[in-house]
């Protein structure tokens, strides 16, 4: 059960995302020395004194012109909303500024518990630091350095002591679907569309989106976690370190998913970095969903989905379990028909075979089309047993694995597959020595 939320605010490189890292313990958010880094609000799970937080990382608050600024300011005021207590983070090193003091009086608007934090206080001699932000009204400064673990403790204390007494619902058991593709194919058109809340920023600036955005939602009494990842370039064209941590917490992000909608551009067709993006779903044995955005903008008659679909097929012969979607995100078309195919699909991960059922099926495929000999040997499948799902994966119980062609796996994947509900899920069959059981 989640007890409360935390949101981490303030000004553009006060180290609230190397705060946000220390707290969760793990590198979530991105740390750079580039102002302006982290766009978008980034949640993550903590736990404290054996209670359960929210922890909201945001963009840096600021006034100036900077690129994308009034999105990241947008984004921080929703994370503000959200919070039952904000952690107002300052820099002794910086000292004071005038974007403080202008947060200071968005806070003080914002009707919330805040805890003032002054980071970059590195070691006892700069103590004298954190006194001069007194005067931003909120009391007693807590000095941290986010950097070295000092005073993490005590700023997590303070929190627990400002939280509201009351139990927020932890969405366990939601479907988690990740959104992924590579940059600017709408994914977080595709989100806004199906959430129905401008919850990430959209733009039409390729990487406009740098961090994996978790969205819970409910539709028609349902839970859904939907997970809106950085678009995903070809290595060779990842060139600034930011780019490069996106990649990997997309990554990250199919890990965390139930479903992942591969998201293609229907605008400018099928490329091979697609088929990147889209293997990183299939090797991850997740659920998987083939999503053809921007079908608006497609010249077509009455033949051109099937023609569409056939492509896709072609091009991406290991997704050939993924059902595929149409939608034109931007205008909020088809969008209707993602929700019950991810639940769908979210189904069929979870299935679970009876292991005498799963039996017959096996057996009945032996006897239509026994194993070929292989260098005089011939493959024995003495029986099978479901012993995963999410991801599914069936144990072949034979007298020699090295025996299981690749062909004669297949052969019985595509049983497998008439004989149950599996479609959007892959099967992952292993063959083991019955002795080794």
């Not at 952690?87 to 974007?99: E, I, N, W, Y």
């Not at 070295?148 to 679907?177: N, Q």
């Not at 995903?232 to 490069?244: L, Q, S």
């Not at 970095?273 to 608006?296: M, P, R, S």
Request: hydrophobic fraction near 40%; charge should be negative; charged fraction near 30%.
């Amino acid at each position: 059960m989640i007890e409360g939320v935390i949101a981490i605010v303030g000004r553009p490189n006060v180290g609230k995302s190397t705060l946000f890292n220390r707290i969760l313990e793990e590198r979530r958010s991105i740390v750079l020395d580039t102002p302006g880094v982290t766009r978008d609000r980034i949640y993550g799970d903590c736990t404290w004194l054996a209670n359960n937080y929210r922890l909201i990382d945001t963009g840096g608050f600021g006034l100036d012109d900077a690129p994308f600024q009034k999105e990241i300011n947008a984004q921080v005021e929703i994370a503000i909303e959200q919070a039952d207590v904000i952690v107002f983070l300052c820099s002794g090193q910086d000292g004071m500024t005038d974007d403080d003091r202008y947060i200071a009086k968005l806070l003080r608007k914002a009707d919330r518990p805040v805890v003032l934090a002054v980071n970059k206080i590195d070691d006892h001699a700069m103590i004298n630091d954190i006194y001069e932000f007194y005067a931003l009204g909120f009391g007693d400064p807590i000095a941290v350095s986010a950097s070295h673990s000092i005073g993490v403790g005590d700023l997590l204390d303070a929190c627990v002591e400002k939280m509201p007494k009351r139990k927020i619902d932890a969405h366990e058991g939601m479907i988690r679907f990740a959104i992924i593709g590579r940059p600017n194919v709408g994914k977080s058109s595709l989100t806004n569309a199906l959430v129905g809340e401008d919850r990430v920023i959209v733009s039409d600036i390729e990487g406009t989106t740098r961090d994996a955005i978790d969205t819970v939602f409910k539709v028609d009494g349902k839970e859904y976690a939907a997970i809106d990842t950085a678009g995903i370039r070809k290595r060779g064209k990842i060139i600034e370190n930011i780019e490069k941590y996106s990649v990997l917490r997309a990554k990250a992000a199919i890990d965390r998913a139930d479903v992942v909608l591969v998201v293609l551009d229907g605008e400018r067709g099928i490329i091979e970095q697609d088929k990147h993006v889209a293997g990183l779903a299939h090797e991850a044995l997740k659920g998987v969903i083939i999503v053809y955005n921007k079908w608006d903008l497609v010249k077509k008659d009455q033949n051109t989905m099937s023609e569409i679909e056939k492509k896709i097929r072609t091009e991406f012969q290991y997704l050939d379990y993924a059902p595929i979607a149409f939608t034109s995100a931007i205008n909020n078309k088809r969008v209707h028909t993602l929700l019950p195919l991810i639940e769908e699909v979210y189904e069929n991960v979870n299935r679970r075979i009876q292991t005498s059922v799963l039996n017959e099926v096996i057996m009945d495929a032996q006897l239509s089309n026994p194993p070929k000999a292989i260098s005089g040997r011939r493959l024995k499948i003495y029986y099978a047993s479901q012993v995963e799902s999410a991801p599914c994966v069936i144990a072949l119980f034979v007298n020699d694995p090295e025996l299981l062609h690749f062909s004669y796996k297949r052969y019985i994947e595509n049983r497998l597959r008439e004989a149950f509900a599996f479609e959007g899920v892959p099967i992952n069959i292993k063959a083991i020595k019955k002795e080794d059981r």
